[in-house]
């Protein structure tokens, strides 16, 4: 699993939070990957949270998920769920202190879901553990493996992003072009390429350039606010082959 970043440690308070946890309510490696790694995104998928048993409560009341005889859980326990996780588009994994099921409730879908966990991952304690628990979580509730290649964006709260647009002027590159020049100039560490973006992480950055093929024009920088140097010299690259920065608002 490629780190972005270096990982932010966990505080004093934290490490005594979760050393007081009962252990066994939470899946394989979910404890053990926090204290190594720190809270993040895994995948550009999951944020990775600390257990938080507030979140949930007040959604017992909105009546946002149908509920039958298959539910894991009733309308009212969800105000008794630990949220350990949230996706991108807002789904939340959690668990329940009277189940032995991680439990998803999905953003746009009607239905609670329970996964259940192969024994191989239940077995398993160690710090990849929970990397492998995640994926199988989205092979179960997507019916495919993940495209994105592993990797683990740690929250170090001195991230920074730029967002330039490379314009469709006669002359200029495409967007893959960009990106496979951009390859050439500066070797990454490790890269990801779809259909819809290519990846492109540097570890002087403490980040990566997202070329979005999707939309056809924009392109971001991520980087740590340490790298500021780093990131100037790449972004005065990316402006010399013809992206431009977005129109202040």
Not at 18 to 26: F, G, Q
Not at 41 to 54: A, F, I, K, T
Not at 184 to 206: H, M, N, V, W
């Amino acid at each position: 699993m490629y780190m972005v970043s270096q990982p932010k440690p966990l505080s004093h308070d934290q490490n005594q939070m979760l050393a007081e946890e009962e252990i066994k309510i939470y899946p394989p490696g979910y404890l053990l990957f926090l204290q190594r790694f720190g809270e993040g995104n895994y995948r550009g998928w999951m944020n990775v949270q600390l257990p938080d048993n507030e979140v949930l409560k007040p959604f017992a009341e909105y009546d946002l998920w149908e509920h039958d005889a298959d539910s894991p859980i009733t309308e009212q326990q969800i105000g008794q769920c630990v949220a350990i996780g949230t996706t991108v588009d807002g789904d939340f994994l959690a668990v329940h202190p009277q189940s032995d099921q991680l439990i998803w409730l999905p953003r746009h879908e009607e239905y609670v879901k329970a996964i259940a966990l192969q024994e191989q991952e239940q077995e398993q304690e160690d710090v990849g553990t929970y990397a492998k628990v995640l994926d199988e979580i989205y092979r179960q509730v997507y019916g495919r493996d993940s495209e994105e290649a592993a990797f683990y964006e740690p929250w170090t709260g001195f991230q920074s992003h730029v967002f330039l647009r490379l314009p469709p002027k006669q002359g200029h590159v495409s967007l893959p072009e960009l990106a496979e020049k951009c390859r050439g100039a500066y070797s990454p560490d490790f890269s990801i390429e779809t259909q819809y973006t290519c990846k492109l992480f540097y570890r002087q950055l403490g980040g990566y350039i997202r070329f979005n093929y999707a939309n056809k024009q924009e392109v971001a920088v991520m980087y740590e606010q340490d790298a500021q140097q780093e990131f100037a010299v790449m972004e005065q690259w990316l402006l010399s082959n013809g992206c431009e920065a977005y129109p202040a608002k």
